[in-house]
């Protein structure tokens, strides 16, 4: 079984709709992320959380929020879609005591907002 | 503020060596990685390297860091068909965020 899950795997949606992503994970890792992958712009940083009391913003947080509901689960929400939310998410969790090698992506969240 | 460049497309024959390379900003960074993604797939870190080493090599891979001029590269020796993919340089910064490249488009001649 994958270590991090995301649902849906692709979403099509229409502007001004609500729409959350979620993610799991079952590495046992007290930190999670959402990303947005955009052609030739490569990946950007929404939210972080080190743990489930701790939410970060990231370089793009605007038009986002997100919830850590449990130390395994992180869930992304759009609150009113536009078109240039368009893109691919990806969750990501990594270890509290080794942040920098242990980097584990989800297979990605395919989104198109019309 | 913060960026990691990287060229966004490389063509290399099969059975040649690859090299792909990367520039960063920070100075501070504590970690540069390179990560792998296939077609359709998520991203896989390929490897890593601590800011205070020079060299990393793992079986077909070969990392190189030159803090001086803030230059990473990714050698894949003996390059094969399964290498074809988009390989992204990133390096960690403040709180353990991480900022990544465009991503560079390995693409393998037959």
Redesign the interface.
Known sequence: DADVTQTPRNRITKTGKRIMLECSQTKGHDRMYWYRQDPGLGLRLIYYSFDVKDINKGEISDGYSVSRQAQAKFSLSLESAIPNQTALYFCATSDRDRPGETQYFGPGTRLLVL | GED?EQS?FLSVREGDSSVINCTYTDSSS??L?W?KQEPG?????LT?I?SNMDMKQDQRLTVLLNKKDKHLSLRIADTQTGDSAIY?C?E?WG?????????TRLHILP
């Open positions: 990691v966004l504590t970690y990685y990560y797939a998520g991203l896989q870190l890593y601590f992204f990133a960690a709180d353990d965020k991480i900022i990544f490249g465009k991503g």
